[in-house]
């Protein structure tokens, strides 16, 4: 194998890892926080990518790229806001909550998925990047907007791990998350704060919903596969720390670009099923880290 | 010990028979090939989540890969029929084969996992399921599928034929023996097994449930049923497609599951009608169709998680509820003079806080007997004790409400022990009855014990096939002789077999003899049966066993020795002696209801012990 052919599966692997821990963290801060999975996280990046596609068209206006991933964000991030109340709260108190969580979300993912084929139709979309240059990269040409997409997503996953560690809004997150009883006690709104949390990882699903939609085409259901990859990356990291499941959403990254090339596209999904389900056996508190949840 | 009447016994035989026959004779009706299709499609998803409930509602393993089981049997079908060139039929009675090794190998990885791991791997393995299927495009036809399967016939007769007669009658054939075999398994050892690691694991495991063994059996014996489904569907459709791995699929299955209720069979096959009809009715409506039954979904976890069965169940307690208090309200007026005749005196009714009840008094007496009847039962019991005690006695006896012609009261506060002798206590102001003696027979016994307790005054108090009870619910299999009559007693609904089981035992005489109290267990609230038992554990025990204890109280017991019910080496305990018996005093011959199987001798120890009673100075 050539070197450049290398260095180009290798770069495709981490732009997919970078992706993959934007839209995994999501799903992880509410696993940690609300103790549930979300599986409408796939149908929040569907719908982000469609907000920003709708806000760049010319009919609403025609808006520059940046401006399109602002109302994105914030339009998820309400919505994530709202829909805690709706999909999450009625039960929490609920000893099968985990289940009903589930299934509450899985319904919700249908709706949102069946609206935006009401809305936007069945056909593809793309969103047009800002940057179309590529550069050579080792000999290998690459977008230069992936690039921009990976230092994007690193950033914002930086800006969330400050906002957690550093702000007051997200030490009170974290104090919900961990115990949620002595939250409550010490007089923290915690049904809000839990609703957002939900709107910072609808807000993170919208953005790499974006970044997706800008790389490759969007219909209603290209969440599904978002969302799979997502639950793969949760469960191979763990939730041990905050950087767990980015560290193996590169893993997954780089293995599902090797495995593509090698293996052939219909087999990389099976292999990484497989590897899920191994890790769950052997070490289901994730490839790094304890037992223990926390942010 | 569980009470589990033959299914010919109980309230669901006379709608099964019904609804069955109903559904074998439609096709007379239902011509037409859509509706005939939607029919069968109803009959699949009936299958189809009904066996998922054995997994999720019975064993609360929350399998997602359930639809891999519909999967895998529809594609075994496809392949062993089609490309192997296996017959149609051989294919399809093999399919659970290939199911079931899934479902073991599915269960290895969960043995060990809890709660959302078991989601996801279960998820997990469907994908990968899916993944191979597309993968292998040379058997499975890959992402587009195999069309013209098989079709399934009998002697050369198409069962597509006369609009999917045959088909529908399969589909039907296939549903009923699922059906039969959810029942059976629910109820047999197994079925128990699966339930009682779901209700509690460490309980069960430090039985001898083996977890691992129970989980590995529940995941096997659900997928038989789905993959003959799946086959079947293949045969029908003749088209296998990976379509089965989608949301649709699911969606539509799991809302099956839930609108019909969790952890009931018939729930999922009455939720199949509704689902698959709305779905079949809305499917020009191709996204909607899918937001609507979304919707579904969330509003019933949300708002109504007991589904439709519960809402079928509270329905039929309404109308059961409406039927008591009419033959109640009915029976005040015109059975009045049969049972003033057998009383020696008329019947009234007296509002109390806790609804009205009838009350009988023979008004003449310095001294009053209140007697307290027991549950499903009425207060002519003690019509020999009135017409024997009412020249040296002022003798009341009353209906409990829900109980003989009382109306029906407020489940939610009136029919509790508590309720009941708070009505003992407003009789006793209202009709001036002093200091009582008290009778009370079975739950009568805790009504009179818990009076007492509440700390009103009395003058004696006798129990009758009434345990004491000190810590509840630890000494009610002391106190009592484990039969599924306890089951009954606290049962909502009675078959009218069970209605017969409950009336002999209790009374020990048969029907002609005792048409009135015959009749009572007839009348009887559901809800007063269901409510008085479930709040036993609200009742504060140690208090009533120091009134027993307390030498203040002139106290005694007094039972039947061939009471099926009742522990007498229990009830013979030295803590419950009393100065005036150290054991329960025995009637001879007498079984649960001593005083009105054998009235004279009762009657004569009774009196003895009030006597004795009387003689003590009053403080």
Known sequence: ?295 | MKYAPPFQRTNGLLPVLVVFAALILLPLVITETYARHTLILVFIYAVLASNWDLSLGYGGIVNFAHLGFFAIGLYAYAILAKVIGLDPWVSLLITPLFAVTFAVLLAIPILRLEGIYVILVTIAATQLLQQIVVSQSSYTGGTSGMVLLPRLEIAGYKLSSDNRLGYYYFGLALLTASTFFLYKLERSSIGRAIKALRDNKYYAISRGVSEARTRLVTLSLSAIFPALAGGFYGAYLRVASPDVFGLGFLTIALSVLLLGGVATIWGSLIAAFVVVGLSQLLVDYGAWRNIAIALVIISVVVVYPGGLYAAMQEIWSGFDRAKTNLIATFRRKSGAPARARAMGTTDQLVETSHGAVSVCDTHSGAQTIIFIHGNSSCKEVFRHQLEALRDQFRCVAFDLPGHGVSPNADPDKDYNLAAYAQIVAELVERLKLGRPIIFGWSLGGYVALEYVAAGNPITALAICGTSPVRTYPDDMPKGYIPSPHMELAGKRFHSPHEKGQYATHTIGLQKDAEPILWQAVWRTDGHAREQAFAKLKTTDWQRQISVIQSKDVPFVMINGPNDPFINHTYCARSEFGTPFSAHPILIEGAGHAPFLEDPKPFTQEFLRFIRAAQSLPVE
């Open chain 1, 1 to 295: 194998m050539a070197f450049d052919t290398f260095m180009f599966i290798l770069m495709s692997g981490i732009l997919l890892g970078g992706l993959y821990a934007l839209m995994a963290t999501g799903l992880a801060v509410v696993w940690t926080t609300l103790g549930v999975f979300n599986f409408a996280h796939g149908a929040f990046v569907t719908l982000g990518a469609y907000v920003a596609w709708q806000v760049t068209q010319p009919v609403a206006g025609g808006f520059g790229f940046m401006i399109a991933v602002l109302m994105s964000v914030t339009v998820m991030f309400c919505l994530g806001f709202v829909l805690h109340f709706a999909l999450i709260k009625p039960f929490e108190r609920n000893q099968n909550v985990v289940l009903l969580a589930v299934i509450s979300t899985l319904a919700a993912a249908s709706i949102i998925e069946n609206g935006v084929l009401l809305t936007w139709g069945p056909r593809d979309k793309q969103i047009t990047p800002p940057i179309g240059s590529r550069i050579n990269f080792f000999g290998a040409s690459i977008n230069a907007f992936d690039f921009v997409i990976l230092a994007v997503a690193l950033l914002a996953l930086f800006a969330l791990a400050l906002f957690l560690r550093r702000t007051t809004m997200g030490r009170t997150l974290r104090a919900a998350a961990q115990n949620r009883e002595a939250a409550e006690l010490m007089g923290l709104d915690v049904p809000r704060l839990f609703a957002i949390t939900l709107g910072i990882s609808a807000a993170t699903a919208a953005l790499a919903g974006i970044f997706v939609g800008s790389l490759r085409f969007i219909n209603p259901s290209f969440g599904a596969d978002p969302l799979m990859k997502s639950l793969i990356v949760v469960i191979l990291g763990g939730v041990a720390r905050f950087t767990s499941p980015i560290y193996a959403a590169f893993v997954v990254g780089i293995a599902e670009s090797f495995s593509a090339y090698f293996l052939g596209l219909y087999w990389s999904p099976a292999l990484l099923f497989a590897m899920m389900i191994a890790v769950l056996l052997i070490k289901p508190e994730g490839l790094f880290g304890h037992r223990s949840k926390t942010l």
